[in-house]
């Protein structure tokens, strides 16, 4: 079974600060990884995604994540933290061979708090 | 069209009641997801659709009824509901391959059972 472990339920930085959300996998295959932003009262949006290719892979807002299968880690990064970065953030991995569809497992998420 | 809609954004009903939540998407996706999510938690699959079939549901209890009338359309029928139902209800379509696109979902129903 696939799973992800999010380190960290509150993290906390200064608004210009490097923001670093961890996230490490475990899977018995190659997996694809994940990461969501939720922000209060909506629904999950996409920020980035691992599927094999690029080991360093950048998403929307200025977020990337580099996957290293040697730490089993996908985690978050951002150069220069907004205020409109506070969020909760879910990593997540998904089952290649689910077949016709996608069964994701998300981690239990990290809210992340930008100081002014 | 890259949007998943869903409607009521809000919904109050009372443990007697039937009720209905939908979702809409134009995307070409052929799954279709129901999650469940309480406060401070991660989203909990309830439900899956591929081809609009039903392939999972998670053991979810009977008071809960989905539906996938076509390829763009899901509802979620509610009845008989307990208070602890109450939680945000996110649905999520995804292309129909191997995974490896990511989820696009819907902005919720805030559900209170009363």
């Not at chain 2, 209890?61 to 390829?71: A, D, H, L, Y």
């Not at chain 2, 029928?77 to 490896?100: F, I, M, N, R, V």
């Amino acid at each position: 079974a696939q799973s992800v472990t999010q380190l960290g339920s509150h993290v906390s930085v200064s608004e210009g600060a490097l923001v670093l959300l961890r996230c490490n996998y475990s899977s018995s295959v190659p997996p694809y990884l994940f990461w969501y932003v939720q922000y209060p009262n909506q629904g999950l949006q996409l920020l980035l995604k691992y599927t094999s290719a690029a080991t360093l892979v950048k998403g929307i807002n200025g977020f990337e994540a580099e996957f290293k299968k040697s730490e089993t880690s996908f985690h978050l990064t951002k150069p220069s933290a907004h205020m409109s970065d506070a969020a909760e953030y879910f990593c997540a991995v998904s089952d290649p061979s689910s077949g016709g569809y996608q069964k994701v497992t998300f981690g239990t998420g990290t809210k992340l708090q930008v100081i002014p | 069209d890259t949007e998943v809609t869903q409607t009521p954004k809000h919904l109050v009903m009372g443990m007697t009641n039937k009720k209905s939540l939908k979702c809409e998407q134009h995307m070409g996706h052929r799954a279709m997801y129901w999650y469940k999510q309480k406060a401070k938690k991660p989203p909990e699959l309830m439900f899956v659709y591929s081809y609009e079939k039903l392939s999972i549901n998670e053991s979810v209890p009977s008071r809960f009824s989905p539906e996938c009338p076509n390829s763009s359309l899901l509802n979620l029928h509610l009845h008989a509901l307990q208070p602890e139902d109450s939680a945000l209800y996110l649905c999520a379509s995804s292309q129909k391959s191997t995974g490896s696109g990511g989820y696009t979902f819907g902005s919720g129903t805030r559900l209170t059972v009363v």
